[in-house]
Structure formats: C-alpha cells, structure tokens
C-alpha cells in the first residue's frame, strides 16, 4: 500500500471525509509508518483541547463553532463518526505515539463563511467531471460512482486509485480563493512539521480536493523553520467559541441536507465494522425488520428475491458482492409493486422529497440509523447549557411533564416568558399545544406538553452561540432575525407577536419600527394583513406586555390600514378565484376601524367610500367585490346584498363573490335580513348539475367561514325554506362527499343526454 511522498518523508492521503475505505487506509497507512506527526484537515484553534475531542465519547459527535460580529454571525460544524477518516487518523496516531495538530483555519475564519460543515465535500467544484466518470462508469451519480471504485473494491490499490481519482478531479477544477487561502495556510504547517520531525515520517490526511494542491505547495525546501504557523484569532469586538456537541446518524445522512455527500450512515457504520458483505446482508434484514415494525408485509420469499436480485445487480454491474444501491434496488424491485411517481432517493442526489413512497421513505430510515451520540462528562459545555437548565429549575418546570399557565398569574407569565425564549432558540423541549394566537380572541391559558428529542443538548450548545444567558442568546436572535427579514412585513409581523410572547419589550419596539419602515412600501396586501392584524392584537389584547393602546402601535394600525385600502383599490384580476389571504387582511382592517377607530381617528367615511368603488367595480376580482360589500356592511352601512348576489349568480363567480361577502360580514348575513340567503338558495336551484358541479369548490369554501354555530342557522333557514322533518343538524352531517354526488349527478346527466340522442330512452316512460 503506498501513498503520494514528498520530500523529507510527508505522506499525503486525499480522502473522502466519512469514507469507511478511506479510513480504513488511514489505519493502515498510520500502523505502517508509524508517523511522528499526523496532520489532519481541521480547525488549528482546537489543537490546545486534543485531549477533550479524543475523551471517552460516544460517537458520533462534532466540533461546533460559533462567530458573531457587528456584521456576520457564522456556525458552522465538523462531524465525526467512528469511520470518519479523520478521526481514524486522529485516534490511530495518537495509539503509535505521534503528535497530532489540525492544520485548517479556524471555522469563523472568513475563508470558511460559507461553509456550515467544513467536511462537506466540493463535488459541486469539479461537477463536470463527475459526470463524465459517471457517464463512461454507467452509475447514477457520484455515490454511486464512490461504491463503485472504493466502498465494495479491493483494499489492494487503494491509495494509487485514490490518488489518481482526486489528481483527474481536481486537474479540472481551480480553487476559488477561499480554497486557495485554507491550502497555504494548511501547506505551512506541513513545512513546519517537516522540519521539526527531521527525517522522521509525517501523515498529512487532507480531502482529496486539497492533496494536489498541498503536495505542490510543499515540494522542495522553501527554507521555513520550525515554528507553528501562528493560529488567528477573532477580531477584538467579536464573539467566537467551539464547543463539542452530541450529533447523530440522522444529522449525518445526506438524504436529510446533510453536506457531506455520504448518504446512509448506519450501512457505512456496518461497512466499517464488517466489510461491505456483511453490510449487505445486515442491510437486508434492517429494512425487513423496520417495516415489519410498521406493519408492512414483508415475507421470506420477498426477501429470497430481493437477496436475488441485489445479486444478480452486482454482478451485472461487475461487483464482488452487493453495494449498497445493489442491496436497495434489488429490495425496490420486490416489495414496491405500484407505480413509483419519482427517482428513488439514490438514483440522484439531495434530500428526500416529499411524496416518496412509504416503503422507499423506511428503507432510507433503516439506512440512515437512529444512533446519537454522547459526550463524556467531563466535556466543558458552553455557559448557555448551565443557564438553560438553571432558568428551568427556577420556574419549576419539570422537562418531562405538561405545563399549564394561567397568563394573568405573575410565576405562570414567567414560566410563559422563558419556554417561548427557548422556542425562539430552537431549544427541544415543549411544544406549546395551545395559548394566544393572532386573530384569535385574548386567550389567558397555555398550554405545553413534553417534547424529549436525542439532539436536546446539541441544540441547547448549538445555541449558546447567541449568548451565554437565555437573555442573552434570545436577545441576539431576534436582533439578527430582524435584520435579515429587512422589508419582509409578514415576517417581523410573526417576530412582533413571539417578541411579545417571550416578554422582551425593547425588542418589540425595534420590530415596530422595521415594520413601520417597511409598511409604506408593502405592495403585498396579504403580507401588510399579517402585520396589522399582529398589531391590532398586541394592541387591543396585550395587557402582559403592556402595549395594550400605545401611540407606537397605533401610529402602525393607522398606517396599515390606509395603506391597505389603497391597494385594495388597485387589485385587478376579473375571473381569480377567492384568495383567503387577502380576504383576511381586510377582516384585520375592518376590525381595527370598529375596535381602534374611534380612538385613533381612524377615517370610517373614507373606508365606506373605497368600499362603494370597489364593490362596484367590475374589474375587481369577484372575491373583493363581495369583501367590499361586506365591509360596508360590517361597518354599518346596511346595501341591498340580495340585489347584489343576483349580479354575480353566474357558477365561476357566485362562490368567491360569497366568500368575500361572508369573510367580512358572517355575523350580518346569519343575524340580519333573510332575503340574501333566501336569494343564494333560490339561484342555486336553478342551477343545471354541471353548474352547480362549477360552483360548488368556491361554495364549500365561502361557507367555510361560517363557525359550527353559524353554520346551523344557515341549516335552520335553509330547513325553513323547504320545510319537511329533516332536522337542521341533519343538513351539516353528510354521508358521502357533496363534491363526489355532484360529479356523479353530472355524469348522470351526461349519460341520459347521449342514451336519448341514440334514442335508447326516452324518460321515466320509456
């Protein structure tokens, strides 16, 4: 087994980062030379804490870094798993005695900025000549084409393979310069280690990618000494830490957005323990055995053909024995007996989409694993952990346990306040089954059940990246989610009301004001809804907070709404169907000039005069001529609706007008005058089948704004109407789908219609 040498004794292995062929070359490459330094791709800032990363682990588990300044802020992670070539390299060297440094910059390093994994691999970077390898190889796609030249082949030549595998990619790519910055700064500690070793073997394990570019970096003698090349450091006014964290296979699988390109990590693991044939064998018996757990049939002689056909797959595809996309499509092949809508999963390259067949969604799982790792209990944990925990015991809240407040008491609000902060944190824990909700009446109780997840204490690290205290660390992430969102009303809207829920004033404030920036320039009325229907609560509603009626809020409700009703003016789209969105947004302007009108001198005749216009408006989409009428009518403007549903009584446009109508004035047309329900009832019996089969989605979904108890006054009216002994409870509960005795109603028709043409019948006579 060899591997490329440079002058002075530097062995450079180009690897494929959670590769178990890879790692198993570096065990043995490691057992052979018995290095004085081995020098692995990662970050040089952790090289003072080697004995923390290499305690008594549970892997997997990764180095998480954390980097905030006044104008970024960047996490990024390093993953290692028991096959993790790296870590081989690192554990291996560290049993034969030599001295171990990570060589790369630091992960907050601008270099990395784009990086959230530093072991992701750069397929994208010589993309082209994947594909051709893949074309003349006759393989789906680079995971494909990994099996099939390392993962299931020989150990005899792997190196030289290797090698001449990351040469041909890397001859056609040229780093960019974020690359070329990692490789100068990894090429100097290789010179250093160089010297220091005098003559001694030093292992340089690197991605594949940067092994051309370190070997011609470190030819020859350039005359460097000794010393280390010194580790940067953070600015002075910024915020930068690493900490160890639990992760797990789930994290670690491609098919769920994992960077790394190596999909499967429970097959791997068993590659790395057993060699690829028993990996194979294993692989079978975890999908049978995962899908009979949910009760999906899956006999012996299906798993006889699936054994079979992965067979019968290698050697065609010329394998020893069968890899892992062998095992899968020979498992496909025999339990998948319908019509597959998509790709399976490693057939490309990417996450699992959704809409993937449920057989082909557990394989993937019982590929992926459910291990997660374990720190040892000695690893330095980030202050955030300690608070978390510490802020939980205070408020007596008990992880295991549903919580339920009462918001109007002062320990619940608390409570209230510190599991919304951790929400806000994306800390696993609870999940809030009830509570105040926007456009939902004031509600004083919440509710939270318990919500236990394996990845709890990587998050909780993860997110002491923000801020040492739970204040702290929520504080920056809202001040970050701001910024990001910019002009996006619909989303500082949503920060607005969880600011208010978490109990963070200040922040509420700096929201307002984006919000208020933004709202002169909203050209989306479904977004400009969102915000004020958000602030009309805080403002009518949140007495917690104490922004119950402040000028800040009103100054926004009385902006939005001017604003909102001149875009209503300018919507034009004559056939669209009803959009709840924009129906909603007036429902939040209709409230705030019954509820805040009077206060804030909010234009009543203004609102009633644009709802004239636009309900008159023949180019208006039939949705918001109906919302425009009812808007007047909700705002006391009694119109003659009866007349005006006789207007729209055509199927493509009845529903949607109603729709409007019943978002903005439910409450009028159930307590008020009977005429316009009398009318709708009349205009649809008219209606043909085929007319009613037209109208009928739009129908469903106007009377869907209806409440259950609404809705049994429209029943009793109806019932009224027609009279008979049905009770009206009766008309709300069907058997059978309306939509589905509409089209049969329809075909009927269409089939009495072609038997007379052919003179086959004739009517109930015939």
């Known amino acids: 087994m060899s591997a490329v040498e440079a002058p002075g004794g530097v062995t450079f292995l180009g690897v494929r980062h959670h590769s178990p062929a890879c790692a198993r070359l570096v065990a043995a490459t490691v057992a052979r030379l018995r290095p004085a330094y081995v020098l692995v791709e990662g970050p040089a800032d952790l090289n003072g804490r080697m004995d923390e990363l290499l305690a008594d682990h549970e892997l997997p588990i990764a180095v998480f870094t954390a980097h905030r300044d006044g104008t970024r802020r960047h996490a990024s992670w390093s993953p290692f798993c028991a096959y993790s070539p790296e870590w081989v390299a690192l554990t291996a060297g560290r049993e034969v005695g030599a001295q171990l440094r990570f060589i790369d910059l630091p992960a907050w390093h601008p270099a990395l900025s784009d990086r959230a994994n530093r072991y992701a691999d750069a397929d994208q970077r010589y993309a082209e000549a994947v594909r051709r390898l893949c074309a003349t190889l006759a393989v789906d796609n680079v995971d494909a084409l990994w099996d099939h030249l390392f993962e299931i082949g020989p150990d005899d030549g792997l190196a030289e393979r290797l090698d001449t595998y990351f040469d041909v990619l890397r001859g056609e790519s ?18 250093a280690a160089r ?22 970096l470190t030819a020859g003698d350039d005359g460097a000494d000794d010393d280390w090349p010194e580790i940067p450091a953070p600015a002075p006014d910024a915020v930068a830490g690493s900490y160890l964290v639990p992760y797990s296979f789930r994290r670690l699988d491609a098919f769920v957005g994992y960077q790394s390109g190596m999909p499967s990590p429970a097959y791997y693991q068993r590659v790395w323990e057993d060699g690829p ?3 194979a064998e294993a692989l079978t018996e975890a999908v049978a055995a995962r899908l009979r757990t949910r009760r999906q049939p899956v006999s012996t002689a299906d798993l006889i053909a699936a054994r079979s056909m992965a067979g019968g797959l290698a050697r065609l595809r010329g394998h020893a024995h069968p890899g892992r996309v062998d095992v899968l499509d020979g498992l496909v092949s025999a339990l ?39 720190l040892h209990p000695d ?50 824990g609870h999940t809030r089954e009830s509570g105040p909700r926007v456009g939902a009446d004031a ?18 690290i993860e997110a002491g990246g923000y ?13 970050e989610r701001v910024t990001l969102l910019g002009a996006d009303v619909d989303g500082l809207a949503t920060t607005l009301f969880d600011t208010a829920l978490a109990g ?45 009626g402040t000028a800040p809020l009103g100054v926004l409700i009385t902006a939005a709404v001017r604003r909102a009703l001149w875009l209503v003016e300018g919507v034009r789209a004559t056939a669209a169907p009803a959009d709840p969105g924009r129906l909603t947004a007036l429902v939040a302007v209709r409230d705030a000039v019954r509820h805040a009108g009077p206060t804030l001198g909010l234009d009543r005749d203004g609102a009633l005069a644009v709802s004239g216009r636009v309900a008159a408006d023949p180019a208006a989409p039939p949705d918001l001529r109906g919302a425009a009428l009812g808007l007047a009518w909700s705002l006391g403007d009694v119109p003659d609706a009866a007349r005006a549903v006789r207007a729209v009584a055509a199927p493509d446009t009845l529903g949607d007008w109603l729709g409007g109508l019943f978002a903005l004035a439910r409450e009028e047309v159930v307590s008020g005058d009977a005429a316009l329900l009398t009318v709708v009832d009349e205009l649809l019996a008219s209606m043909g089948a085929h007319e009613f089969l037209v109208a009928l989605p739009a129908l469903r979904q106007a009377f869907g704004w209806f409440p259950p108890r609404e809705r049994a006054e429209v029943a009793r009216h109806v019932q009224a109407l027609h009279g008979g002994d049905t009770p009206p409870g009766d008309l709300l509960r069907l058997d059978a789908d309306p939509l589905l005795v509409a089209a049969a109603r329809a075909v009927e028709e269409r089939v009495d219609e072609l038997l007379a043409r052919e003179g086959l019948w004739e009517g109930d006579g015939a």
Request: net charge positive; proline share 7%; aromatic share 2%.
């Open 467 to 479: 801020g040492p205290t739970v204040l702290d660390a929520v504080t920056a992430r809202i001040e």
């Open 504 to 548: 963070l004033p200040e922040h509420s404030t700096r929201t307002l004001t984006a919000i208020g920036r933004a709202a002169g320039g909203v050209t989306d009325l479904r977004a400009l809804g969102r915000a004020l229907a958000v602030a009309l609560a805080l403002w009518r509603h949140d007495r917690l907070l104490g922004s119950a």
């Open 379 to 428: 690893t330095p944990l980030p202050p955030l952990v300690h608070d978390v925990d510490a802020e939980l015991a205070r408020h007596r809240i008990d992880p295991r346990e549903a919580v339920e407040l009462d918001l109007t008491d002062a320990d619940d609000l608390g409570r209230s306040r510190l599991l919304h902060r951790l929400r806000l944190l994306d800390v696993p």
């Open 277 to 279: 044939r028993r990996a």
């Open 174 to 191: 040229a780093a960019g310069a974020d690359d070329t910055a990692r490789e100068a700064y990894m090429a100097r500690w290789v010179r």
């Open 336 to 374: 998948v007996t319908d019509a597959l809508d998509q790709p399976l999963p490693w057939a490309t390259r990417g996450t699992l989409a959704p809409g993937a067949h449920p057989v082909v969604v557990e394989m993937v799982a019982a590929l992926s694993g459910d291990r997660v790792g374990r």
């Open 443 to 460: 509600l004083l109780t919440e509710r939270w059940s318990p919500a236990p997840s394996a990845d709890r204490l990587a998050r909780v």
């Open 195 to 216: 010297h220091r070793a005098a003559g001694r073997p030093v292992l340089v394990v690197t991605g594949g990618f940067h092994r051309p570019a370190l070997v011609r």
